[in-house]
């Protein structure tokens, strides 16, 4: 599955995306280690802080397929610059150890390792002095 491809998953799971509050649709397509790929759009609800973004909800959909080891995200909205994954789906991504994160809009991609946006995730917990 090339990038571009992946970004073209993510393009049409935001067709899906339902957000009557926001009116921000946002897709996500994740790819596992063996090579499928988890469609994700963002779902509100309207007590806004129960909303799921679309990253979160490709995790929790291919966890429940029982995959747990992914290669790399896409994440795309129709935004000026490239969206960018909220705090707690970088903290999310980091727990599957998702490496790599693509951000599209229109125009283009660009591609961060998970390192870059969300440095130290872990480092510490549950370590013993
Ligand atoms: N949202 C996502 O789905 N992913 C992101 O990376 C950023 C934000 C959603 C949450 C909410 O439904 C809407 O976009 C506005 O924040």
Redesign the pocket.
């Known amino acids: 599955m090339t990038t571009e491809d992946l970004i073209a998953k993510a393009w049409e799971a935001r067709e899906k995306?339902y957000?009557p509050?926001?009116k921000?649709?946002?897709g996500?397509a994740l790819l596992s280690s063996d090579g499928q790929v988890f469609p994700?759009?963002?779902?509100?609800n309207i007590s806004y802080g129960l909303?799921?973004?679309?990253?979160?909800?490709a995790i929790g959909a291919a966890v429940a397929q029982g995959v747990r080891s992914f290669d790399r995200v896409a994440?795309v909205?129709d935004t000026g610059e490239p969206?960018?994954?909220?705090g707690a789906?970088r903290q999310v991504l980091a727990e599957f150890g998702v490496k790599t994160i693509i951000l599209a809009n229109k125009q283009g991609s660009v591609e961060f390792s998970l390192e870059e946006l969300l440095p130290r995730a872990s480092t510490g917990i549950l370590d013993k002095a």
């Open positions: 995306a957000a509050y926001s921000f649709q946002v996500a994700g759009c963002n779902v509100e909303t799921n973004c679309a990253e979160r909800v994440v909205a969206i960018s994954p909220c789906c």
